[in-house]
């Protein structure tokens, strides 16, 4: 053990809360604290995914060398000031700031306050953006690559880019406060009626329902600079001279308005959250995303013809732009694109921790799959389903076990093949947003009505946000117009449109799916479930929604069992267990 460098990666005071723990620069396990807190988005310190990260590691504090924290009160310091003296900002604005900053200096008081033997070792400060660009690069499979990080603010910059070979990874440009892509996103996003922290994936789904027609008006907020880089029309928003609330009461962020009343005289009255969505809403969130793409694509061509190389590794939270991320081979050179599963602001807290390894540590392993959280015996999954046998019963509910996987995973795919709702809850859960076959809730691709049938049972979600599928690696370029691996759902291909009618519950208004690409050696079981799915229907690929209703993805068996009996739920599957409602017949 004394020969081992642990090191232990955190995001903390910031949304996305996580930590995790990498031994000799190969991750050893990585979560984020809202799984643990059952808060969306949960901000501040990461205690509990900390806790789990050492347990899995087996180890305690003691043993931990280096602390690494995606955060910096250094970084960009002399901007900062210049900002200030600029700006003018109120008292009580540059006290929260100061708040925010002295959080972050005291993380060796948060970590003096965990169980066990006291940390002894050193906590490196790692810029935001570059712990962003470290999380993309350094478990990319790319020897190099133009590395590209774009999201809000972190460390007083929006964006970053630079050059990653080998083991190095070098920071080239920014764009500063107060321009920002991300903020631009979350102000359209707010002003369009979606007021929460990480509603922006709903605008995204919202555009492809719009036309081009509003595009004018949304282009005067953004400037392409000829360097790559991009600029606000500051007039639209408030962030920069005023004091916008960005706190976490109770742990989950909440963000004030961003925009001003410059854009309310220029596109009309917001929408609020609960009046109906009209085409001028649709039409918004069209030439949203087209200028979100116009300057990331600006920026992404600029910075393939500097550096020159074909692959290009993403982060930030502007990175979960699955619809642009699809585009990247379309609209640029670069043939090869990777994003690795946390690719938001939990990935800082792996970003941190890599850029530490790699400052004297060989080159770490390419992170092919998710599943770095949190896993459950057989014996723990029987003991949950023996204590709750009573609720399970009173629910109509039948319980087996059993033993034969082959047998497991074709009842399972005979359950979906017959238009049941399952639950599927195996293994390590996911590192990231997005469930991947370890947290998720399934469905029949093929049947037009599966949406709805989710809606109504389970998500209540809006009716225009689309549904995922898991497809079989081989079968990609027999649906989909391009061959690509997307092993983490962050991207939005185009299906092929003769293939579109055959899977209508996963194909968005536009003709595009966001798929998550299924190999055998990353999954075994959900790549087993999904070709005994392909065996009976000849449809290679099945629905894959986050396990959970309105609450982080589920962690815990005990989690997804109530999320299981509080909801309309057909089947649950929890490691080698089926719970079924009796209502729930199959035809097999
Ligand atoms: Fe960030």
Known sequence: MASDLFILGINAFHADAAACIMRDGALVAAAEEERFSRIKHWAGFPAQAIGYCLNEAKIDLGDVTHVAVNRSARANFLRKLAHIASYRPSPHLLLKRLRNRNQIAGIADELGALPGRPFSGAIDYVEHHLAHLASAFFPSPFREAAVVSVDGFGDFASAAWGCGSGTALLLDGRVLFPHSLGIFYQAMTQYLGFPHYGDEYKLMGLAAYGNPSCRQDVEQLVALNDDGSFALDLKFFRHHREDIAYEWPGGEPVCGSLFSQALVDALGPPRSSDSPIEDRHRNLAFATQAVYEDAFFHLLNTLQRRYGHSAVALAGGCAYNSVANGKIKDRTAFRECYLQSAAGDAGGAIGAAYAVWHRNGARAPHMTHAFWGPSFTDTELSALLMARRAAIEAEGCSMRHIDDEHELVAMTARAVADGLVVGWFQGRMEWGPRALGNRSILGDPRRADMKNILNLKIKRRESFRPFAPSIL?????????????????????PIRPERRGQIPAVTHVDGTGRLQTVDRA?????????????????????????????EPVVCRPEEALDCF????????????????????????
């Open 565 to 588: 009996l509080r909801t309309k739920m057909d089947v649950l599957v929890l490691g080698p267990y089926m719970v079924r409602r009796e209502a729930a017949v199959c035809n097999s």
């Open 473 to 493: 690696r081989e079968a990609v370029v027999d649906w989909f117009t391009r061959d690509d691996d997307v092993p983490f759902m962050l991207q939005v291909l």
């Open 522 to 550: 990353s999954n075994p079981r959900y790549y087993a479930l999904i070709e005994a799915f392909y065996g009976l229907t000849g449809v290679p690929m099945v629905l894959n929604t986050s396990f959970n209703e309105n």
